[in-house]
């Protein structure tokens, strides 16, 4: 539902997104958010905070091309961002006789992989909180570059499915697995906007053998202008049923450097499952496994690190009532021989979430969040290596 609508001749312009605020309770370690060891995206205490703001800018220039931007705000740890998230151009194709339909975006947005993050404004329609999977997506990737899709629409040929092909080429984003190597897998519904930086926690490497390092990374910035890549496919089959399978390729050059900012060769597998099981019951899942790249300009690894997250979600819906729960489990494997960074860790997950539709716009939502790790980079800070942290949340959405 749009809040409002404004025509000019043959433009239109519609808004839509939603507020979102929280309070929270968290046990265990200072956030990640402000350079802490710990794997939620808030620290110890109970406070009030803005999950998200979300203001969304559609423009129709024509009947099948349309400019859209999303403007997110959030505030939590002392920190408020308040910026673009994304900004495209898109084009929607009509399907021809035979039910093939082509679709292009141009600018920055989202990489097709989330299953989660799926509502207005990249945010999570079931749970307050995404899967670490998709809470590093929302920190550290973004593309700004092209998306081309091709359908294949089964209603047009008496199938009972429908097909989608995605390709993507993109810029600026060659920071991409700084984070996930140096705070490694997270909690969190923050999602990255442009022109923001994210704070790297301390460890000694950062003295010694990674001195050149910036202490904060630009998810955003582009190191050798070679462009990046992924592709994907989706199977839609009947009752919403959908399978997933893509592949994502930065094709950075991970020996250059500038200001600071190193380049990163991030490659992964992913595939995904939404299953209806009946009117009630629902379940999704997916897995992401991949590796990162970072050299000195002797081409010497300095990092490199294998990477696996994975979840699996039952949902229950009833009225206007709906229970998940989540589980996961999640690793980072370190390869490398650079002495005082290690990146190993391993950790799991398990969430349990209730929202209740309190008016035709309103929700509110309740969520606790249980996630033990290990992670040996904590000793750099004098903390114990295995950490079990606890987050409690409760919510009040409203959609315009």
Do not use: C
Request: no cysteine.
């Amino acid at each position: 539902m749009s809040l409002f609508s404004v025509n000019s001749q043959a433009l239109e312009a519609d808004f839509s997104g939603l507020l979102d605020l929280r309070l929270g309770h968290s046990h265990g370690q200072d956030s990640y958010v402000s350079g802490g060891q710990g794997k939620l995206q808030h620290s110890p205490g109970t406070d009030l905070s803005l999950g998200q703001a979300g203001l969304i800018s559609d423009l129709t220039l024509t009947d099948q091309v349309n400019l859209i931007g999303v403007l997110n705000g959030f505030s939590d740890e002392d920190k408020s961002r308040l910026g673009l998230s994304e900004l495209y151009f898109r084009y929607r194709g009509l399907p021809s006789e035979t039910g093939f339909r082509q679709g292009l975006k141009v600018g920055l947005s989202y990489p097709a992989i989330s299953l989660e993050n799926r509502a207005r404004a990249w945010s999570t329609p079931n749970t307050l909180t995404p899967s670490t999977m998709n809470s590093w997506i929302g920190e550290e990737l973004r593309a700004t570059g092209l998306e081309y899709t091709a359908e294949w629409l089964g209603k047009f040929r008496d199938k009972s499915y429908d097909l989608k092909l995605n390709g993507t080429v993109f810029f600026n984003n060659d920071t991409a697995g700084t984070m996930l190597s140096w705070h490694g897998w997270t909690q969190s519904s923050r999602q990255t906007v442009l022109g923001e930086t994210l704070e790297i926690p301390y460890f000694p490497a950062l003295d010694n053998a990674l001195s050149a390092q910036a202490r904060d990374s630009d998810p955003f910035h582009e190191e050798d202008n070679r462009p990046g890549y992924m592709v994907s496919l989706e199977l839609n089959l009947e009752r919403r049923r959908q399978l997933q399978l893509g592949y994502y390729d930065s094709n950075t050059n991970p020996y250059s450097e500038t200001n600071g900012q190193y380049g990163w060769h991030t490659k992964f597998l992913f595939a995904g499952i939404n299953w209806p099981i009946d009117r009630n019951w629902s379940l999704q899942g997916q897995i992401m496994s991949g590796d990162t790249l970072m050299q000195s300009p002797q081409r010497i690894d300095v990092v490199n690190n294998r990477f696996q997250s994975a979840y699996l979600s039952l949902g229950w819906k009833s009225g206007k009532k709906r229970l998940n729960a989540r589980i996961e489990e999640f690793s980072v494997t370190d390869r490398d021989t650079t002495p005082l960074d290690n990146n190993n860790e391993y950790g799991k997950a398990l969430t349990l979430s209730y929202r209740y539709q309190l008016a035709r716009q309103w929700f509110m939502l309740g969520e606790l969040s249980w996630l033990d790790s290990h992670r040996p980079a904590r000793m750099y800070q004098g903390i114990a290596v295995d950490q079990v942290e606890r987050l409690s949340l409760l919510g009040v959405r409203y959609y315009f």
